[in-house]
């Protein structure tokens, strides 16, 4: 609830924000060839893939004519064509990752699998982008790119296997690979087996790179090999696996048994007394490759969170018009379901966090754009100083150290270094990467369930404006595919704890002061100080056993690391969102557009940043209290429990000097009673020595959420008078 003298002097959102301020907001209003891209996507989005969804096409997983007609609007929209450079039919320059993150906000939008069934191909041809040969590259990108008259080839990537082989543990690999001949001085001959588990695309791909293990002593470890539908031996596409999700993609139990030339390694490889040695372990390109791919899939996520604002709104506001008892003109009439306090304050919870997990996803995929051009002068570095193999890994070591030395200023000439600015960026992307994946499609699934269930009923129906409840199901594929949240988890709690990341986390807090300084209400200060008892908590949990003296923060133990890692995203999450925030007041007055309706705007995006602060404040509140004092035993009413407990005999002796310190004591602490009986509770309360930094923490923390409930009421006052279009502009 919201005064009315507050609610006179409060700028409030006037429209849903559209693209001039989503330009803003994930940095890309000078870029025309993605305001084009979007547009252009949007449009497949829009219109053949949401009539599709409309049709029903979702109700069957097989692969359908109508739906493969997606494929050609994909090309012809340019959608295919954005993962290749100019020269092999693509139309952007440079790094792509925004752009990829772009089009598959805007596909998502409207149905993930649609966003799949294209990220997809990408995801076939990613092997041979980030580590095949110049020749691999040319051929295959240039065969997969579209153009007038030419059907494009398609891929799939084949890793995951039926059980019980590659699933979450990528290392178990049942498919093999062997030499099938070796003519004298020629090219030798492999003889590859592999069956897929779960393939998109396999319905129609032209090719497929397969990961495989070596069954042969004549081939040194694992490697990635290119497939095509043409080779000789089998190449069958399966049964299509009975998903319940993603339905506009295929996805099917693939078996390839064929004999393909070496030259397939992706990669290349070499010869070395006899034995063919691949230049890259299945695992070297599989980190490459997923470490850019998430974060497309963490953003489809988020653009179901957003994409569910309007449909709830416009539901809400038009709940009793029909009705006798709702007049037009009145409340009821034009506000509906709005009128309850709890209805408009879950959406305002539904928005944040979709803001939240936008903000961070393409702050990762922006970091990924600065970071690509940057990798490949590293290993131009590395090579021109002739680093190679074990050494490679000795020298990215002391890089980090020098990096850090950087950091803290005791090494300026660093500056334009390209090792250490390599090494930094990379140390976030190392984080940033799962970090989206695991929050945005984790803890968005969470957040489609609320946004479903505002819509009532109709929100597990076809009918549903929006196809919210296909969203929510399919965002649970989100959060497994491409490595489950296990995976992501696992990865953060190594990434996490590098110092290079953490010196810069530290710089982060600093930040967030700053921030919170000039714009009191962002919330920014509350992320400060959760920021703060995450790094304590953490520090704390690297040097501390539990009851036991067991090593608490330890790959083994998840229950420790995973929890802390999910902390740590609620914090990324909510800066990313403070940071664009910053952007919008900084950049927005330069669009005449928005002149008049931004500071509503930035009222609004300010309270969005106070409550998702809060909440992960909250969190990590939560979360860090339970790891710091879980771990320890609580004390019992036996003799050590007691020990630190008064003894009733010794407060009455010293009532004659301290009078009144029996009855004192008793408010304040543990007393045992002459007869041996004591409060009746589960013991002695546990005392914080060694833990009164984190108890400090932990009380700031509380008094931080200071007007965050304040900005959550405006917020939800803001959506019962924004306007929102007649109707969505996709059918239902
Ligand atoms: C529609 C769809 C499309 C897909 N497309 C592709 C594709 O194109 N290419 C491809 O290769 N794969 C694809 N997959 C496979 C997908 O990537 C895997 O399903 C996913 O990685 C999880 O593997 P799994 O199903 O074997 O789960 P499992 O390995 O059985 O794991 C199940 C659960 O057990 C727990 N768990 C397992 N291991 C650990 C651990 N070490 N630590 C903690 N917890 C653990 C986790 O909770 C995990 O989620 C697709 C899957 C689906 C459903």
């Known amino acids: 609830m919201i005064t009315a003298a507050a609610q006179s002097q409060t700028e409030y959102l006037r429209a849903l924000p559209g693209d001039d301020v989503r330009q803003i907001l994930w940095r890309f209003a000078d870029r025309y060839d993605l305001h084009m891209l979007v547009q252009s996507v949007r449009a497949v989005a829009r219109g053949p893939v949401a009539r599709l969804v409309a049709a029903g096409a979702r109700n069957t997983h097989e692969w359908t004519a109508e739906k493969a007609s997606l494929l050609e609007a994909f090309d012809e929209s340019g959608i295919t064509g954005v993962f290749m450079e100019p020269a092999e039919g693509g139309f952007i320059e440079g790094p792509k990752n925004l752009a990829l993150a772009l089009v598959a906000f805007e596909l998502a939008w409207v149905d993930a699998g649609a966003a799949t069934g294209s990220l997809a191909g990408c995801l076939a041809l990613s092997p041979i982008h980030e580590r095949g040969t110049p020749e691999q590259k040319e051929l295959y990108m240039s065969r997969c790119a579209p153009g007038p008259g030419k059907s494009p080839w398609r891929g799939a990537f084949c890793l995951t296997e039926p059980i019980p082989y590659v699933g979450v543990e990528t290392g178990m690999l049942g498919g093999k690979v062997r030499i099938a001949e070796w003519p004298e001085g020629g090219e030798p001959i492999l003889h590859v087996e592999k069956r897929g588990r779960f393939i998109t695309n396999s319905g129609f791909a032209n090719f497929v790179t397969a990961a495989v293990d070596s069954d042969d002593a004549r081939i040194k470890g694992s490697c990635m090999v290119i497939l095509e539908e043409g080779d000789s031996g089998i190449f069958d596409r399966g049964t299509p696996a009975r998903k319940l999700v993603h339905q506009l993609s295929s996805t099917r139990d693939p078996i390839f048994n064929l004999k393909v030339p070496a030259s397939r390694i992706v990669g290349g490889y070499t010869v070395k007394d006899g034995i063919i040695v691949p230049r890259y372990s299945h695992g070297e390109i599989i980190e490459a490759v997923f470490r850019r791919t998430r974060v497309t899939v963490a953003i489809m996520t988020s653009a179901k969170l957003l994409s569910a604002i ?18 037009p003109g009145s409340p009821r009439y034009e506000l509906g379901l709005q009128l309850k306090e709890d209805a408009v304050q879950r959406l305002v919870d539904v928005w944040a966090a979709g803001e939240a997990s936008a903000s961070l996803g393409f702050a990762a995929a922006r970091l990924f754009d600065e970071l690509d051009p940057l990798e490949k002068k590293k ?62 499609t984790g803890h968005g699934a969470q957040m489609m369930r609320e946004a479903v269930s505002l819509m009532g009923g109709y929100g597990i129906t076809e009918d549903c404006p929006g196809f919210l409840g296909h969203k929510w199901m399919d965002a649970q594929l989100e959060a497994t595919y491409e490595g489950p949240e296990a995976v992501q988890r696992r990865q953060l709690s190594v990434t996490m704890v590098d110092e290079l990341f953490l010196a810069q986390f530290r710089g982060w807090v600093r930040e967030m002061r700053e921030i919170a300084n000039d714009r009191p209400g962002t919330g920014a200060c509350a992320l400060a100080t959760a920021m703060q008892m995450w790094v304590w908590t953490l520090r ?13 923060y330890q790959g083994a133990r998840q229950g420790v690391t995973f929890p802390l890692a999910d902390a740590l995203c609620w914090l990324l999450a909510s800066r990313s969102q403070i940071l664009d925030l910053v952007e919008l007041e900084a950049k927005g007055p330069e669009n005449p557009a928005l002149a008049e309706a ?20 909250g969190e990590v509140g939560r979360i860090c209290a339970e790891l710091v004092f879980g771990f320890n035993r609580h004390p019992a009413w036996d003799t050590e429990g007691c020990a630190t407990c008064y003894q009733a005999e010794d407060l009455e002796a010293m009532e004659s000097l301290i009078p009144g310190i029996a009855s004192l004591a008793r408010g304040y602490t543990d007393v045992i009673e002459v007869d041996g009986s004591h409060p009746v509770k ?33 917020a939800a006052e803001a959506l019962t008078r924004v306007m929102i279009p007649e109707a969505l502009d996709y059918p239902a």
């Open 682 to 714: 589960a013991g002695p309360c546990v005392r914080l020595t060694g833990l009164d930094e984190f108890a400090r923490l932990r009380g700031r923390l509380d008094g931080c959420l200071t007007g965050s409930q304040l900005a959550h009421d405006r």
């Open 310 to 327: 309007e449909p709830v709104i416009r539901y809400h506001r038009s709940r009793f018009r029909g009705s006798s008892a709702a007049h």
């Open 379 to 440: 290993d131009e570095v590395l090579a021109e100083r002739g680093i190679s193999g074990s050494a490679v890994l000795k020298t990215r070591r002391q890089i980090g150290r020098d990096a850090v030395a950087f950091l803290q200023g005791q090494r300026p000439e660093l500056a334009d270094d390209i090792l250490t600015q390599y090494a930094i960026l990379d140390s976030v992307a190392n984080v940033l990467c799962p970090a989206c994946k695991l929050w945005n």
């Open 540 to 552: 704390h949990l690297l040097k501390t056993t539990d009851a036991d003296g067991e090593k608490l």
């Open 598 to 617: 931004l500071p509503g705007l930035v009222q609004f995006f300010t309270d969005l940043c106070h409550v998702q602060a809060a909440r992960a404040a």
